[in-house]
């Protein structure tokens, strides 16, 4: 069985490799020795690598022979370590953006604000007399949703518990409603999972900026189509349409506090997939729309 050569010294940490190492590492300052006598190993170079300013690390060359490290193995570990500190910046500088996006995906989230509380209360409070089984139903309805909305984390999550949140909040605007607002759910079955908060949002848009406003019959359909590798999610409905000044402000990044979800759930797909929402005026209505890719949770 072969053993590795100086595999002993690991074990010890008292030893002159270490405390050359530490010196390398304090002083930023290569080392060569040419007459080491540790163990096997006589010749020893000792490089720091660097990462934003700071030694990080080392590379380290050993020779069992006394008098190798000559200038061309200098020069050659050189450019090595220079560029294994390179790959180790762009990991570090990866490593920022993706906690900068966490962030910021973080922070968008948390700007969702459910908006409809107030009316779903005075609904519930309107049925507990006439309805009450109703009532109840709702309530639950209310509870399962502002559950949803408090434990919601940055994690995918499975595509059906989006469409059961949705639900929820759509049972509670038909309630206040009624037969003004019919909502319809055309799904096909798919193991997709996407971010939390893309569905709700838009459907919440769809009833406070085209059905409400004109207060007349709306139908409003949540489709979900599995294509390759992924799924088509759109929200379609048959209200007043949407400005087309509104949807050039959404695809430039600037827009009024009145379509906060809309940007936001367009923001949020950018971020996860390189692509936002595809808006698209409909006679009567509108079709939003967007694609995502299956990923791992």
């Keep these: ?28 300052e290569q080392i060569i020795s040419n007459d080491l006598n540790v163990h096997d190993f006589r010749s020893l170079l000792i490089i720091p690598l660097w990462e934003n300013g700071v ?10 022979q006394p008098h190798r ?8 570990a050189i450019g090595l370590s220079q560029l294994i500190s390179t ?48 009532a109840r139903g709702l309530i ?6 502002m559950r949803y909305n408090l434990e919601r984390t940055q994690d995918l999550i499975p595509i059906t518990d989006a469409i059961k949140q949705v639900k929820d909040y759509v049972a509670i605007e038909q309630a206040r409603f009624g ?6 759910f055309d799904i096909e079955t798919t ?15 769809a009833i406070r900026h085209g059905f409400q406003p004109s207060r007349r019959p709306c139908d409003v359909t949540i489709a979900v189509r599995a294509i390759k590798r992924g799924a088509e999610i759109s929200i379609t409905d048959t209200g007043v349409g949407i400005d087309p000044n509104i949807v050039k402000q959404l695809y ?18 950018i971020m996860l997939y390189g692509q936002g929402l595809t808006v698209e005026p409909l006679h009567p209505g509108t079709r939003v729309s967007f694609t995502v890719e299956n990923k791992e949770g």
């Design 1 to 28: 069985m072969n053993t590795l050569i100086g595999e002993e010294q690991y074990i010890d940490t008292h030893h002159q490799i270490s405390r050359l190492t530490q010196q390398a590492v304090k002083t930023g």
């Design 55 to 64: 030694v990080t690390g080392t590379l380290k060359v050993f020779y069992r």
């Design 69 to 76: 490290i000559r200038r061309p193995m200098q020069e050659m």
């Design 87 to 134: 790959q180790m910046e762009v990991a570090r500088i990866q490593k920022l953006k993706e906690m900068a996006s966490r962030a910021e995906f973080s922070a968008l989230q948390s700007k969702i604000n459910p908006h409809f509380l107030f009316n779903a209360l005075n609904a519930i409070s309107s049925l507990i007399r006439l309805r009450p089984d109703d």
């Design 140 to 145: 639950a309805n209310l509870a399962d949703f």
């Design 179 to 184: 037969d003004k607002l019919s909502v319809h």
């Design 191 to 205: 193991d997709i999972n996407i971010a939390p908060l893309l569905i709700q949002p838009l459907v919440e848009n």
């Design 252 to 269: 430039h990044g600037i827009i009024d506090s009145h379509h906060i979800g809309l940007m936001n759930v367009h923001q949020r797909l």
